[in-house]
């Protein structure tokens, strides 16, 4: 059997407003690769492989203080792409859903000039990346 050790199992990620949460990860998780793995009242999944992301619903409680990157905890989450060609798929695809591109000034070397990548909100601002190889 192969060692799994240190892999990331999975990721879960408490959210504002889960209908939102899953139109925006439903078919950006699936282009990536990912299926729906688990679905309940308050919370989505999606799996690749051996690891897979969780969105569940935050208490009302909660939503007190939205989330922002530059606070202790997440900034972003990358996933690699297939090619410059994809990640240049997700770039039109995003701006046609009216997504919130970051460092546009800088695309798609906003990470520099050896970094192929487009940088994006989903609806909480959670900095997502797509990283094409180099």
């Not at 039109?92 to 000039?113: F, M, N, Q, W």
Request: net charge positive; charged share 30%.
């Amino acid at each position: 059997m192969k060692r799994k050790k240190g892999l990331i199992h999975h990721i879960e990620i408490y959210v504002s407003d889960l209908n939102k949460t899953i139109d925006f990860w439903g078919w950006l998780l699936p282009e990536l690769g990912y299926f729906e793995y688990q679905k309940w009242d308050k919370g989505r999944s999606w799996k690749l492989r051996d690891s897979y992301i969780v969105f569940v619903q935050a208490e009302k409680k909660y939503l007190d203080v939205p989330f922002h990157r530059c606070r202790v905890g997440l900034n972003h989450l990358a996933f690699h792409a297939d090619s410059m060609d994809q990640v240049d798929h997700f770039t039109a695809e995003l701006k046609k859903r009216g997504v919130t591109i970051l460092y546009t000034d800088r695309h798609p070397y906003a990470g520099g000039s050896k970094h192929y990548a487009v940088y994006f909100e989903d609806p909480d601002r959670i900095k997502v990346e797509i990283v094409a190889p180099f």
